[in-house]
């Protein structure tokens, strides 16, 4: 058996289709709906209306309409953290969420040298428990154990996400309040693509919301 391992993990489980979000519009005309492409998903507000010729444009081409429920979770405060391997991109990204008017907290390391994990990601993951940050975000150098870790802590979702698709997707259909990244996954630029994506997105659609509810109700089984 080969010992060769690959130096990046690659997830291609969910892939990016074609979408436009046309939620701050309250009549949706078929001028709106130019470049989707077939499947393609919409958004729209709760209270959007079409003109017939939007409608005969998204029976034929099949657009699947998504009407948001309530509004998107405005984040102000990340609190950050990451091991030795992940070191590095925290400092990097704690400058980069600052500058754009986030209140960041640093849980640590503060240095390359070896740690372990779990600490962080339990500090982390408490701050978010306790309300006293609106997400987190964790670097590693895979994403997954951070990930485990957190989620150990709880009223915490977190996800491990290598593109900004599951990024997305992790906030809309499972409402995770914790993000974590692998070092050895992503360059620098995809880990900004995939921290932006995450904190512009949110839980919004009922269905969601409900599932979301689920997984609440079997953690609350194992914490009595």
Request: aromatic fraction near 6%; glycine fraction near 8%; charge should be neutral.
């Amino acid at each position: 058996m080969s010992e060769n391992l690959p130096e990046r993990l690659i997830v291609n489980s969910i892939k990016e289709r074609s979408e436009k979000d046309e939620s701050e519009k309250l009549l949706i005309t078929e001028m709106d709906l130019r470049g989707l492409e077939e499947g393609a998903r919409l958004i729209v507000s709760k209270n959007a209306r079409f003109t017939p010729l939007a409608e005969d444009f998204i029976r034929e081409k099949k657009i699947e309409v998504v009407r948001k429920s309530k509004d998107l979770p405005v984040v102000r405060s990340i609190a950050i953290g990451a091991d030795h391997g992940g070191f590095h991109y925290k400092e990097k990204l704690k400058n980069y969420l600052s500058q754009k008017g986030f209140r960041v907290y640093d849980f640590g390391t503060n240095s390359k040298e070896a740690v372990d994990y779990p600490d962080f990601a339990h500090a982390v993951a408490k701050a978010v428990s306790e309300g006293k940050v609106d997400i987190g975000i964790l670097i590693d150098g895979a994403g997954i154990g951070s990930a485990i870790a957190a989620n150990k802590v709880p009223g915490v979702r977190a996800a491990a996400c290598y593109n900004a698709a599951l990024a997305k997707n992790s906030r809309e259909h499972n409402g995770a309040n914790v993000l974590t990244l692998g070092s050895g996954q992503n360059s620098f630029e995809q880990v900004i693509e995939i921290v932006d994506v995450f904190l512009r997105s949110g839980l919004t659609e009922e269905r969601h919301a409900r599932r979301v509810g689920k997984i609440e109700s079997i953690e609350r089984q194992y914490l009595k």
